[in-house]
Nanobody
Framework: QVQLVESGGGLVQAGGSLRLSCAAS????????MGWYRQAPGKQREWVAA???????NYADSVKGRFTISRDNAKITVYLQMNSLKPEDTAVYYC????????WGQGTQVTVSS
């Protein structure tokens, strides 16, 4: 069974920074993709960023240049460094792992005040 445990959310002022972490455990393929999605109140869940086990990254246009995704393959952990945060970044952020199946974390709240 695969588990994803997220941490690092919180409340920050606009222009501030936060770092999210997501640690995976269980039966996971060595070749996989880890990423982050977010869901704001009243909106659909949207993709934010992804990183392959080989280190290739991709970002949504709305966060490009402000967010950085990285991973530690030995720890099967993915990080999301969020800088220059805006109120519109406020959402529940979900970790995602594409391995044998599609797995989700429980979500962590990020609130950016103006």
């Amino acid at each position: 069974q695969v588990q994803l445990v997220e941490s690092g959310g919180g409340l920050v002022q606009a222009g501030g920074s936060l770092r999210l972490s997501c640690a995976a455990s269980g039966s996971i393929r060595s070749i996989n993709v880890m990423g982050w999605y977010r869901q704001a109140p009243g909106k659909q869940r949207e993709w934010v960023a992804a990183i392959t086990s080989g280190g290739s990254t991709n970002y949504a246009d709305s966060v490009k240049g402000r967010f950085t995704i990285s991973r530690d393959n030995a720890k099967i952990t993915v990080y999301l460094q969020m800088n220059s945060l805006k109120p519109e970044d406020t959402a529940v952020y979900y970790c995602n792992l594409k391995s044998w199946d599609n797995y989700w974390g429980q979500g962590t709240q990020v609130t950016v005040s103006s």
